[in-house]
């Protein structure tokens, strides 16, 4: 049996954490940390650097500069190891909340300012809505509701919700429904 490469074992167990562990990469260009990290949406390893040239400049001498380059590499390696991500920080991440997470909000704000009648009416949109998302992905955030997904879910509701039976819409709602969610045939 061949022996594995010991770059390979170490690839796949950093894989297993989501990330791999920073470190200091040294070029004609410039000093650099690198390091990757799980993108969310596409649930790959995506490369992530930080630029060090003006915190070189600060330094009389590059020892000293590496003493605090390496310092920052282990508070790094350390919030990777915690499960950080540099995605959910910041501004963008909103763009990383779970779907599940903004239903629920969505339901507590309508309750708040909407008529009983109207809070029934778009709890229960939201409902089927969330059933069926649960089904076609179920670890969505919302930055990736896109207008395909929006189409596919009224494509669902047209073929095995509109009709007769315990489960059907009527087609006055399957109509508020498709303005509501702006999707042209």
Known sequence: MPL????????TAYSAANYLP?????????W??????ENPQTQLLARKKVKLQR???????????????????????????TGWNPYFVGEDARLYTPFKEVVEKYKEEIKR???????RSYTSFVNILSEWMEKASPKIY??????????????????ERKGFGEKSISNRTYNNWKIRTKVTP
């Open 55 to 81: 915190l070189l400049m600060r330094y009389p001498s590059k020892m000293e500069a590496r003493k605090h380059i390496n310092n920052i590499i282990i508070a790094l390696n350390m919030k990777l190891s």
């Open 32 to 37: 650099i940390i690198e390091y990757y990290v």
């Open 4 to 11: 594995q490469s010991p770059h390979l074992a170490v690839s």
């Open 113 to 119: 300012n909407t008529r009983a009648g109207t809070c």
């Open 22 to 30: 920073a470190t200091l990469k040294t070029n004609k260009s410039g």
């Open 142 to 159: 919302s930055s990736m509701v896109s207008h395909t997904l929006v189409a596919k879910f009224m494509d669902y509701v047209y073929n």
